[in-house]
């Protein structure tokens, strides 16, 4: 039935697959392989930085900086998960594998920052800027993860670098796209504030916009950080190293408990670093963390019969008389 | 006020906004008298400010009153340049501020101009002292410096004690007061105004508007406000302007605006105003001086009655003071016993206003039926009201009809034609009163 009606394809087809080999193949790798090359030297050296740091640091240490930072910012709970996690990592014997694949995950993260912060805020000031770069986030994001090995590895070659350069690309769209987002959350009203006590653009930026996007940019991070940990795994097809290259062994030799090891690594690392930097953002967001403060002084003011917020009348709830300079007064 | 008003601050000539992709076109389609709906719907350009023009005088309050959607947001934002109109100028200090680069705008919203935003706009990552000093730290101001600033107008406005609160410890009136005085620290020689007070409820909104009259009185800035309530635009402007679809319909006193609307929109707006806390004692009064009591008897001032039904007149003495009440009765007795002194006559229990007090606060005046001596500022007598006058005014139908300023002016015959004053007075005192 269906051959008697024709298809495109009858008269025509394109052979995307050949032109995307030769652009790849015929133009990119011998005309931009030092290009490329080049790029991944900052890569190495923030990687091969991280990695002899993390090495270096005994584990009680380590695991003593990891559970006040818990601590400090997202509560006692999270400090003491924290610490069970990095004990079972150690006793299930994947410590230097989890070191690697942190190694990896950060240095990811922070050529995500880098790049992508800056032209989130661009996104976020220029209406056709964004326009510009959402289709190039999507592709990103909606590109199968392993599609992306194929050319990086022709122009990168194989390794861990390389796994990490695909790490980065798979996980910058978040930061971009929520950094853009922060920067519109702002209130215009605020921003025009800015601009109407003659501020410069920058400051407004500095000022105004970056502050109070602040919350939302960090949650980007922990989303580019939780997607470079879902990659790594992945860039271990390309020889990287870490608890990746426990689990691609794992399925190789289709051992179970190998495999599941490296997985349970994995998931631990990832709840760990979600959480602990989850507190982080919350705790920057328009430095709740002073306000909180603030919020207690007063309460204890008002315990001590002080001021409380009103406008001398019936503005908030259950005030003594004796409160703040009245209008008429204040005049 | 009005002493100062005659230098001029903010000049806004001509100036027109459109939104939209192609506003040259809306423009010229404007300009040859096509309305804002039709270009609306021909062209997709949205007018938002048509063909506007006004000044502020120095010390000035201006008021534009407008519904959403009128463009007067747009309007205020289009004098600081946060939108840049289309077409006109804006000249503040004679200075067209739409061709001033970058650099020069950002001093002249440095140095000249100071905002106060609808929802406070407080920076809620900084204390109330840093909100209140922001913008001279933008303007490159040392710490220590800006914060006494700050402090100080912080203590203006009575919030001293919370300078190191954040804004979110604050209640709505007091976070406006903070945005009262962020904008003053700046020293701002005009003062813009975006609805302030619109989020605030009515009896801190009015407690407002009295501390801006206070404000006001010591510190003379030129103020263009913002409102969509006519109420608290008769009050806190020395003038007003109603905008509608991005015109101005009319502008005026408040006691023009309320007294001859100038078209059927404005006027279903003062309807439901208090006439009594618009109208002032120098508006319904008759412009008389008063009989000078040294040089008049019973004889002279009854002629006066001939031409004249009112029960009574007023005698002022050498400086002009009024010195009493003579009543039409007591005149009529005494020519029948033949009496020839006035001051025998003359009741000095009179009822006496300024003129420039609003109907609202001498309405119990009125009951006793005499005529009511109205005094300008050096206490000398400048008019009389006749009780009537006052329900009259006070009554919206009639009002209209009578047309306040003018109206009061017209009547003012009879009553001593020899005496009366040019009623050039009856409007000129009466903003001396307002911001």
Redesign the interface.
């Known amino acids: 039935m269906t051959d008697f009606l024709p298809k495109p394809s009858d008269f025509f087809v394109l052979p995307l697959d050949e032109w995307i080999d030769y652009l790849v193949k015929g133009i990119l790798v011998p005309n931009l392989r030092p290009f490329f090359r080049a790029i991944q030297w900052p890569v190495d050296q923030v990687l091969t930085g991280l990695e002899n740091l993390f090495n270096a640091i005994p584990f009680v240490v380590f695991v003593v900086i990891l559970v006040w930072l818990a601590w400090r910012f997202a509560g006692r709970s999270i400090a003491v998960f924290t610490l069970v996690s990095l004990v079972v990592l150690d006793i299930v014997g994947v410590w230097p594998e989890s070191m690697a694949t942190l190694a990896m995950v950060l240095t990811a993260v922070l050529f995500c920052a880098v790049v992508g912060i800056p032209v989130g805020l661009m996104a976020g000031r220029s209406d056709t800027f964004a326009t510009a770069v959402r289709p190039i986030l999507d592709i990103m994001q909606t590109t199968p993860a392993f599609v992306y090995l194929v050319p990086v590895v022709m122009l990168f070659g194989v390794g861990i670098v390389p796994g990490v350069i695909a790490t980065i690309i798979f996980a910058m769209p978040p930061i971009i796209r929520l950094t853009n987002l922060g920067i519109r959350q702002v209130?215009e009203?605020?921003v025009?504030?800015g601009?109407?006590?003659?501020?410069?653009p920058r400051?407004v930026l500095i000022?105004?916009q970056i502050?109070?996007a602040l919350r939302t940019i960090m949650a980007g991070l922990n989303q580019t950080l939780m997607l470079s940990l879902s990659m790594v795994v992945i860039a271990a097809l390309i020889g990287a190293e870490g608890l990746g290259l426990i689990v691609y062994q794992g399925i190789g030799r289709l051992d179970v408990g190998l495999a599941s090891v490296g997985g349970l690594g994995v998931v631990l690392l990832a709840i760990t670093l979600d959480r602990i930097t989850q507190g982080i953002g919350e705790a920057s967001g328009?430095?709740a963390g002073?306000?909180k403060l603030?919020?207690v002084a007063?309460k204890v003011k008002t315990l001590f019969g002080g001021?409380r917020?009103?406008?001398g009348?019936?503005?908030?709830a259950g005030g003594t008389q004796a409160s703040?300079?009245?209008?008429?007064?204040?005049? | 006020m009005s002493e100062t008003q005659n230098v001029t601050k903010v000049d806004v000539v001509e100036v027109t906004k459109i939104f939209g992709d192609d506003p040259d076109a809306a423009l010229e389609r404007l300009k040859t008298g096509a309305t804002r709906e039709e270009i609306l719907r021909d062209t997709g350009q949205v007018v938002g400010v048509n063909n506007v023009t006004f000044q502020v005088g120095a010390g000035e309050s201006f008021v534009v009153m407008g519904l959403s959607g009128s463009g007067k947001s747009t309007l205020i934002r289009c004098i600081n340049r946060l939108i840049d109109p289309t077409s006109g100028q804006v000249r503040i200090d004679d200075e067209d501020i739409l061709i001033a680069d970058d650099d020069r705008l950002r001093e002249i919203r440095l140095t000249k101009l100071g905002m106060v935003f609808q929802h406070f706009a407080l920076f809620p990552h900084r204390t109330v002292a840093e909100n209140t000093e922001y913008g001279l730290k933008i303007r490159g101001v040392a710490a220590d410096e800006r914060r006494k600033a700050a402090l100080n107008w912080l203590d203006v406005v009575g919030l001293a004690d919370w300078a190191d609160s954040y804004p979110d410890a604050l209640s709505g009136g007091m976070k406006q007061r903070v945005g009262l005085a962020r904008a003053l620290t700046v020293e701002p020689e005009v003062l813009l105004m975006d609805e302030p007070f619109s989020a605030l409820d009515p009896l801190i909104r009015r407690d407002m508007q009295d501390e801006l009259i206070d404000l006001q009185r010591k510190f003379h800035k030129s103020i263009i406000f913002i409102t969509h309530d006519l109420n608290e635009a008769l009050k806190l402007g020395d003038r007003v302007a109603i905008m509608k679809q991005g015109r101005f319909v009319q502008i005026g006193t408040p006691e023009e605006i309320v007294g001859s609307p100038a078209d059927p929109y404005v006027e279903a707006f003062t309807q439901d105003v208090d006439r009594g806390r618009v109208v002032t004692a120098g508006t319904v009064m008759q412009p008389f001086e008063g009989i000078p009591l040294g040089r008049t008897n019973v004889k002279s001032i009854a002629t006066i009655f001939d031409g004249f039904d009112g029960p009574g007149v007023y005698v002022t003495d050498a400086k002009g003071l009024p010195e009493g009440l003579v009543m039409q009765d007591d005149v009529g007795r005494a020519l029948d016993e033949g009496l020839h002194d006035v001051t025998y006559l003359v009741r000095k229990d009179f009822p006496q206003v300024d003129e420039s007090m609003p109907l609202a606060d001498f309405f119990g005046a009125c009951e006793a039926g005499v005529p009511i001596a109205v005094v300008n500022e050096r206490k000398r007598l400048v008019g009389v009201i006749n009780p009537l006058d006052v329900f009259a005014q006070l009554t919206p139908g009639a009002a209209s009809g009578a047309k306040v300023g003018n109206g009061a002016a017209e009547e003012a015959t009879g009553g001593g034609t020899a005496e009366v004053a040019p009623p050039a007075g009856a409007t000129g005192g009466d903003h001396g009163a307002r911001v």
């Open positions: 209130p009203e605020l025009e504030a601009y109407a006590f003659g501020s410069t400051q000022e105004v502050p109070l328009a430095d002073r306000r603030s919020g007063q001021k917020p009103s406008d009348d019936t503005a908030t703040p300079p009245s209008p008429g007064e204040a005049a």
